[in-house]
């Protein structure tokens, strides 16, 4: 591909970064199984994009951290805060116009 498609795919998959994550982590994740399940979803996404994303999100209110030591090594888990939720929800409301409206340009043309 080239460089300015390059730009214009990530721009368009950057906001849907977010909502991922917000409706993903409605169940407490971590970030590397994270990292797991966006990709396994279609959401290709590197370490470098995702865990500023989430110190972002947690800064903003929309999600929660917590430590778990449990285990050998600790993990920051996050969950979706009810800020989130609401987020979340109006975001796919949103998504789920533009997507009509995408479509009914699409059918347009055909």
Known sequence: MNETLDTHLQELRRGTVVLACLQLLRTAGYGYGLLEQLDARGFATDANTLYPLLRRLEKQGYLTSEWNTDEAR???????????????????????????AIASLTAEEN
């Open 74 to 100: 600790p993990r920051k888990f996050y969950r979706t805060s009810e800020a989130g939720t609401r987020l979340a929800d109006t975001l796919t409301d949103e998504w789920r116009a533009l997507t009509a």
